[in-house]
């Protein structure tokens, strides 16, 4: 079995993880929210055992939780198409 080198200076456990989340964002993200971000693929995670999971600094610096819906709000509206004005035919 090869060994691989971990830099654990690149990872956050779960806890820490929400408190990085909680600075991002302004508000108090739980120690389960940075497990579903896995799961949605949004973070790098790193399995050291069955119950101990990192997270990638990187990914967790750069997310920022917003409130729901906001993100797909604004999507929308980046991509909808700018409204055109009806003339008038007398």
Same mark, same amino acid.
């Given at each position: 079995? !090869?060994?691989? $080198?971990?830099? +654990?200076? /690149?990872?956050?456990?779960?806890? @820490?993880?929400?408190?990085?989340?909680?600075?991002? !964002?302004? %508000? $108090?993200?739980? #120690? !389960?929210?940075?497990?579903?971000?896995?799961?949605?693929?949004?973070?790098? $995670?790193?399995?050291?055992?069955?119950? *101990? #999971? +990192?997270? *990638? %600094? @990187?990914? #967790?610096?750069?997310?920022?939780?917003? /409130?729901?819906?906001?993100?797909?709000?604004?999507? %929308?509206? @980046? $991509?909808?198409?700018? %409204?055109?004005?009806?003339? +008038?035919?007398?």
């Amino acid at each position: 079995m !090869s060994e691989e $080198t971990v830099n +654990l200076g /690149e990872w956050y456990s779960a806890t @820490q993880a929400a408190e990085r989340l909680s600075q991002n !964002s302004g %508000k $108090t993200i739980g #120690i !389960s929210y940075p497990r579903k971000l896995a799961q949605y693929g949004k973070v790098r $995670t790193l399995k050291v055992t069955e119950r *101990n #999971i +990192l997270y *990638n %600094k @990187q990914d #967790i610096n750069n997310y920022v939780v917003e /409130e729901r819906g906001e993100k797909s709000g604004r999507a %929308k509206r @980046q $991509t909808a198409r700018p %409204k055109t004005k009806k003339k +008038l035919v007398a």
